[in-house]
């Protein structure tokens, strides 16, 4: 089991900055974020993996940055110039095998943590 503790979310004004951390309690090849919005599905956000593989949506890219931290099992989401739009549930993802790129792939969730971005 690799147990995901998510911290950091709350409540900005547009263009401003949130930094998501995700602490795993144990090993994972692949840790991601996903955020869900009201009545939306669950899309990925970014993902990485131990090799460093990176996968990041377009709607994000330039503005959110994703760090893992190996030695702690620690993995950040750095978001800059938020908009209202990136409003939703941040969840973070883990996998001990193969990428946590899409829903499907993923067996372990955290709880999440809300992020609300106003104009």
């Known amino acids: 089991e690799v147990p995901l503790v998510e911290s950091g979310g709350g409540s900005v004004q547009a263009g401003g900055s949130l930094r998501l951390s995700c602490v795993a309690s144990?090993?994972?090849?692949?840790m991601a974020w996903f955020r869900q919005a009201p009545g939306k599905e669950r899309e990925v956000v970014a993902a990485m993996d131990t090799d460093g593989t990176t996968n990041v949506a377009e709607s994000v890219k330039g503005r959110f940055t994703i760090v893992l931290d190996f030695a702690k099992q620690t993995l950040y989401l750095l978001m800059n110039s938020l908009k209202p739009e990136d409003t939703a549930m941040y969840y973070c993802?883990?996998?001990?095998?193969?990428?946590?790129?899409?829903?499907?792939?993923?067996?372990?969730w955290g709880r999440g943590t809300q992020v609300t971005v106003s104009s």
């Open positions: 144990g090993y994972a090849y692949c």
């Open positions: 993802a883990a996998a001990y095998e193969g990428g946590c790129s899409t829903v499907g792939s993923v067996p372990y």
